[in-house]
């Protein structure tokens, strides 16, 4: 009997002829996608959990949003700037991509971009150039200009190597945004050669049905309460399936367990994407202390942030960031790498003493870097989690490996399951 870990992995190939044929058949929804690692930004899901994923039998996803932020971070405050962060970025792509095409040539790889930024471009051309990365996942904003640029990017790469193929999922909360992106293809006339649709697409939730907040930002504006009956996932997966009855639609936010992945295949999801799991483990970005000290402390809770600078609500950890004072403020502006752009509250309110905004882009860093103060973004279900014996050894805390990991997740049912 095939295990449900056996039923969400992908094989080994031996051969890009191989791996293409599964592409092809995991877009046309004849094979479940494999297991997945969330896009966690700025540092979290670099080569090492990308390749531990992929290792485990999961489809890596790297992150595309701002690769270069931890390093443009450490230079002089002279050198941090929107421009060099752009070319940063992109010398950090293509130097990722030249290690994963000679290290993982056959391995299947994701990318995870937020269109938000405005840096978004320019890396996401980088990442397409590269030939690195199979399936460019795009949240944080729409771009409307992606389905002729993936065209545009298989017509360059076919002519290099005519078997290979780019896909392309778009990240939404709702099957409302999914159509948009279905029908920017339609309308535009059918033309396959110069637009391309979504080959996937990745639904994330800023709550699952339990009542769980997914990690980082929630993709729902503050100021107006989260009303769960709008995120319900078996309407949205109901409402793709009206006008694209094939194409692989995964689900993400809040999962950690495996009656949570039973449940969500049950539903018709084609796999499944976790952002916290792999967060809490060895090969993240994110260092062990900060992990055990912060991540595994059963004395800090999570809180729903209304204080990005996005204008959107967030999920994190409740634990100080920098205090805004006049010498804070004037660094950060003095360091601005125009991270996320106009829509920046931070950077449009520094004079305003009541205003709680605080600089995003500083404020993760230095809790990768494992700072006392920053920005800890988690998945309301750690409160739960912290408490599997994954995270305990003899020796007290630990922090497990991606293939412990993985190897819990799919044999433990939640708390709430067992108790059922």
Not at 80 to 102: G, P, S, W, Y
Not at 147 to 168: D, F, Q, S, T, V
Not at 299 to 323: A, C, F, H, K
Not at 365 to 385: N, P, R, T
Request: with cysteine.
């Amino acid at each position: 009997m095939v295990s449900l870990r056996e039923r969400m992995s992908v094989q080994e190939f031996d051969n890009q002829s191989e791996k293409q044929e599964f592409l092809r058949a995991m877009c046309n929804g004849e094979v479940e996608v494999p297991f997945e690692n969330g896009g966690m930004g700025i540092g979290i899901t670099e080569e090492d959990l990308v390749n531990a994923v992929g290792d485990a039998g999961g489809f890596g996803v790297y992150t595309g949003a701002m690769p270069a932020g931890r390093k443009i971070f450490k230079m002089d405050p002279e050198m941090q700037n929107a421009k060099n962060l752009e070319q940063m970025n992109h010398n950090e792509i293509n130097r990722v991509a030249a290690d994963f095409l000679k290290r993982y040539e056959t391995r299947i790889r994701g990318i995870n971009f937020m269109e938000i930024l405005p840096s978004y471009a320019a890396t996401r051309d980088a990442a397409l150039e590269s030939g690195a990365f199979d399936i460019s996942l795009v949240g944080a904003g729409m771009d409307e200009k992606l389905p002729a640029r993936m065209a545009e990017a298989n017509a360059e790469l076919k002519k290099k190597e005519p078997e290979r193929e780019l896909y392309y999922w778009p990240i939404v909360s709702s099957a409302l945004a999914a159509r948009a992106y279905y029908h920017r293809f339609a309308k535009r006339g059918k033309q396959p050669d110069t637009l391309r649709p979504p080959d996937g697409y990745y639904v994330e939730l800023p709550k699952n049905p339990l009542g769980y907040t997914a990690g980082g930002h929630l993709g729902f504006p503050k100021n107006k309460p989260i009303n769960p009956d709008d995120f319900n996932p078996e309407a949205i997966l109901a409402g793709i399936r009206k006008f694209d009855e094939t194409s692989p639609v995964v689900l993400a936010g809040g999962i950690a367990y495996r009656d949570q992945i039973k449940a969500l295949l049950d539903m018709g999801y084609s796999g499944f994407s976790m952002g916290t799991r792999f967060l809490l483990t060895q090969e993240s970005g994110m260092p062990d202390e900060t992990l055990k000290s912060k991540y595994l402390n059963p004395n800090i809770g999570v809180v729903l942030d209304q204080n990005s600078p996005t204008g959107y609500y967030s999920s994190r950890l409740d634990v100080p960031y920098t205090e805004r004072t006049t010498n804070t403020i004037r660094h950060a502006i003095k360091c601005c790498v125009d991270c996320v752009g106009d829509i920046c509250e931070y950077r449009k309110n520094v004079s305003v003493s009541e205003n709680t905004n605080y600089c995003i882009y500083r404020e993760l860093i230095k809790a990768l870097l494992g700072e006392e103060y920053g920005l800890f973004f988690s998945g309301g279900q750690i409160v739960v989690m912290r408490n599997d014996d994954v995270y305990q050894n003899e020796e007290g805390l630990y922090i497990p490996y991606v293939e412990e990991t993985v190897g819990h997740t799919f044999t433990n049912d939640s708390p709430a399951a067992l108790a059922s």
